[in-house]
């Protein structure tokens, strides 16, 4: 039984060492207090084994020969200290080492930082989860947990040294808290990603026909596009309300023009394209075309308080009456 004792308390010791070898990062402290563990047991092995065979047996200690009468058995309390000093290294070694936000952001193409008990972190989720993002992407944070101190200080390296919760990152990049992905989430710069990575279908564009009463997607440096705004700002459209304008230099107009595509059924197009209450109408001048007929003249009027125009009167010759043959025309 002795024997086994001291091959598992010198299993214990190689173990340490090994660990200490293979990663510069365990605390020499660990190793100490795992050999004070062994020679306080080694110590209190040889004193049973002497007192049981009745020799007088010679213990080593701090260089000197002592009997085994003198040496010291280890106290219980001595036993919990050293074990509870091993248990402390180990925990912080975990903890320097647990958390990783730059392998967390690599992780996930879109990733979504929350905190227990946080309305806005709430929010953003149901806005995302409504378009079909798939809860892989949310992480949620516990103030309560020994990391959490540790991945605030990691976050504050991206949202400053006060921030609020959610932070949001996408294909790498810091996307801001609350306010920020919500404005970008709504403006369809999420909609490639969310499209790419998760199979969520794109649907900035039809929401954004649907939630305007008339809505004309343009281009800058657009002249039929200046043609169409000009013609409806001069019957009193605001204008300024219903033009959206799109721009190819930035990422997401690959997906915008897709989504157009598809709302209109059209392969090509060009700009600009409207909609009125949801409902495609056609290029700049079928647009026109239908407002010189007056086919808006009763949306006008309900979506932007518009007088419709007043009906052409055509004036009787003077005289009234029938026209006769004989007059001069």
Known sequence: QSRCVCSLLLLLLLGQLSASASSPRVHTSAVVTTCRF?????????????????????????????????????LPNDTKAVTNEIKNDQIKEVKEESFDLQ???????????????????????????????PDEVFVKFDKADPLYPLQK???????????TFP?????????GGFQAAAELLRSGAFDDVLEREYQ??????????????????????????DTLYEDLKKRGVPVHDVFIKLDKAKPEYSTFKAQLQKLMNKERFSFPQTFVEGVYQG??????????????????????????????????????GEIEFDDDF
Request: hydrophobic share 40%.
């Open 167 to 175: 932070q949001v990152f996408s294909q790498g990049v810091h996307q």
């Open 283 to 320: 290029n700049f001048d079928e647009v026109i075309s239908k407002a010189d007929e007056g086919s808006y003249a009763d949306f006008f009027s309900r979506a932007f308080g518009l007088e419709p125009p007043a009906p052409t009167m055509f004036n009787e010759p003077a005289g009234g």
């Open 103 to 133: 392998a967390l952001v690599d992780a996930h193409p879109f990733l979504v930082l929350s905190l227990k008990n946080c309305p806005q972190c709430e929010e953003l989720k149901e806005m995302l989860v409504a378009r079909g993002v």
């Open 200 to 225: 969520v279908e794109p649907t900035t564009i039809q929401n954004w026909t649907q939630k305007q009463s008339m809505a004309i997607f343009s281009l800058p440096n657009c002249p039929q596009c």
């Open 38 to 74: 062994v020679v306080f047991y080694t110590s209190k092995l040889v004193f049973k084994m002497s007192s049981a065979s009745s020799m007088d047996a010679c213990t080593s200690i701090n260089g000197r020969l002592e009997s085994s009468s003198d040496v010291r058995e280890p």
């Open 153 to 163: 200080k990691a976050l504050q390296a991206y949202a400053g040294e006060v921030f």
